[in-house]
């Protein structure tokens, strides 16, 4: 059933390209290839041996084909307008959402937040590293899932280290890059980032600051929010469970600013704390920033990591930063190598607070209480 959809899309959608292609219309041609390889890469994994890599590696032709072509110059036109153009009202065209280089972050470079990492060990990497055994036990790689917390307390470095640790592609998307005041094309970015993401399955799609995409709604005037947000449903609908798995991250320090739907069971299906980071973690974190810079031997890690408490990792990155500039500063007025000590730390400690407020501690606190 879903290999004869699949089929009968791919060849529409190979006629059509190659249609608008000899026709001299190459952004048509673009969408229409794009398309077709979508529904032609579905097809392998649905089949198996020599099927599946026939299937893959024709894919993968169209796609470079498609990518070969050159993106849209044209001005942006309404949803409207557009359908009945390809029987589909999206504009595929790919090359807006590259694929970043994998990160080479891995779990390793993120000090503490354990139970998260073993959190997302246990949903996320094993299903994307172990497909076949998940299969059988009913496991479905992709989903959502929703990290929250204080700012700078490592979400985007988490989401790059689960690219990191599996063999997926990542997309890191940011709000702007999809919102726009043009009518139709917020939804139209949206749907291209799907299509791309499912183009290159398995697939990370990471989204900082998801409260800017979809806010509550009661909350927003905004008439693109009010149809962005049920797209933003469907898809994550779309994709739970779907061949191609897509891991859908979302990042907002921020959630109880997100629209509740966005929330439900089978949209975001986790939702994770990331907090402060406790006394062993802002241990790791200086040693991470320290290790690499010229050092004094009055270095003391363990008093510097007590006299930090409530410092989040982007905070404790700005202090080693500061008290490097200090000793740089100083090594170049007097010709010879300062190490950074004790006191230089101290000092560039005294002048910094910590960025998260208690108050805005105890919200988050509640917030991860009452959901
Ligand atoms: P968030 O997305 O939560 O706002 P980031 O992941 O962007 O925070 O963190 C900013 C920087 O702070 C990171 O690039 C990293 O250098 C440092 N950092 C934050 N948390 C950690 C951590 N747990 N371990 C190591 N570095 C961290």
Redesign the pocket.
């Known amino acids: 059933m879903a290999l004869e959809f699949h089929l009968t899309n791919y060849e529409r959608y190979r006629t059509q390209g190659l249609e608008a292609y000899r026709g001299g219309d190459p952004r048509r041609a673009k969408f229409c290839l794009l398309k077709s390889a979508e529904h032609l890469f579905q097809m392998a994994n649905l089949s198996e041996g020599r099927l599946r890599d026939v299937r893959s590696r024709r894919a993968g032709e169209l796609l470079e084909m498609a990518q070969g072509l050159p993106a849209s110059t044209s001005p942006r036109i309404s949803k409207d307008e557009r359908r009945g153009e390809c029987d589909d009202a999206g504009d595929a065209d790919g090359s807006r959402f590259e694929v970043a280089e994998r990160p080479d972050v891995t779990f390793d ?5 354990e139970s998260v990492k073993e959190e997302v060990r246990l949903k996320i990497i094993y299903p994307f590293q172990h497909r076949e055994t998940a299969s059988r036990f009913g496991v479905h790689p992709g989903g959502g899932i929703l ?1 929250y ?12 280290a689960i690219a990191g640790e599996t063999e997926c592609a990542f997309f890191t998307v940011k709000p702007s890059d999809i919102l726009s005041k043009w009518v139709g094309e917020a939804e139209q970015n949206f749907e291209s980032l799907f299509a791309a993401a499912r183009a290159e399955s398995p697939s990370i799609i990471f989204i ?1 600051e998801i409260d800017a995409l979809a806010p509550k709604r009661e909350e927003t005037q905004s008439s693109v929010m009010a149809r962005l947000v049920p797209q933003i449903l469907a898809e994550l609908e779309g994709f739970s469970g779907s061949d191609a798995p897509i891991l859908f991250v979302g ?1 907002t ?1 921020e959630p109880w600013s997100l629209d509740s739907a966005i929330l439900r069971p089978g949209r975001f299906d986790e939702k994770i704390y ?1 907090g402060l ?1 406790d006394a062993v ?1 802002r241990r ?2 200086l040693q ?2 320290l290790e690499d810079r010229p050092l004094a031997d009055d270095i003391d890690l363990d008093v510097l990591t007590a006299k930090s408490s409530g410092f ?6 700005n202090l080693c930063r500061r008290a490097a500039d200090d000793a740089f500063l100083v090594s170049i007025a007097t010709g010879q190598d300062q190490p950074i000590t004790q006191c230089g730390m101290l000092r560039a400690l005294s002048e910094l607070n910590p960025s998260v407020d208690s108050a805005s501690l105890a919200r988050f606190e509640s917030y991860r209480e009452e959901n």
């Open positions: 470079d993120i000090a503490g937040l990290l917390g204080p700012p700078g307390t490592g979400k985007t470095l988490m989401a790059r900082d990042a320090n990331v980071p973690a790791r974190v991470i920033y989040s990792g982007a905070d404790l990155r």
